[in-house]
């Protein structure tokens, strides 16, 4: 409880606000869920995301235990993110097919079992004090900077396509605004490993609202609506995700068999 006892008011503000953003985003798989119980079924769906999204949560929860003070509200943001990623998780297990699930559980127990407990072995037992903070602190910023690769698929999707559609605005701009909170969190706590990894989120945020500024009167190719999707995950720095769903395109359907073709000009619209 150290920061809310302490005089650093602007980190606190930043704190509190970079909490109600993040859980707001934890949030937007909402509808991919809504929809996936809606139908019974995980369709394209990916669970790599949520399994993602909760190891981080789980590394930046560990860093923020072990952190001697201001650590209150990355303890509170991260223990919510992880209820909620196990939430997604067992409602992707409970609706997946047999080879979804048995990926899944595989995943689970490599990464989030096995690489967490490997982690937490490592460091906790052969480290001590400062040294200790430190290097699961540059773990997060390393991870965190690896999956900020993820949106250049999505990048790449939009010029493409010319097709915001899987870009949604209102989850940019929520990526920009949690950048700049946390990034000034850890600035006022003198945090590296918090401020460093959220420059690239803000550079992430402001490119994917510039595409969106390009492209949103664009006409986009044709897609078929009812194809199936996967899914790219944006992990915050502090285990925040934003889950884009992008369509798989089935090479088969592209070039359809010469017994198709007729069907295929019936259904296309004019």
Known sequence: MAILNSQNHMALAFGVLGNVISFMVYLAPLPTFYRIHKRKSTEGFQSLPYLVALFSSMLWLYYATLKPAGATLLISINSVGSVIETVYIVMFLLYATHDARKLTVKL?????????????????????????VAVVGWVCVSIAVAVFAAPLSIVAQVIRTKNVEFMPFNLSVFLTLSAITWFSYGFFLKDICIAVPNVLGFALGLLQMLLYAIYRNSKPKNVAKE???????????LGTSEVYPVQVIDKEKECPRED??????????A
């Open 260 to 269: 198709e073709k007729g069907v295929e000009a019936k259904e296309r619209p």
């Open 108 to 132: 689970f127990m490599v990464m989030n079992v096995g690489s967490f407990a490997l982690i937490f072995i490592v460091t906790y037992f052969t480290m001590h004090g400062a040294h200790r």
């Open 227 to 237: 194809e199936p999707m996967k899914n790219i995950v944006v992990v915050n720095p």
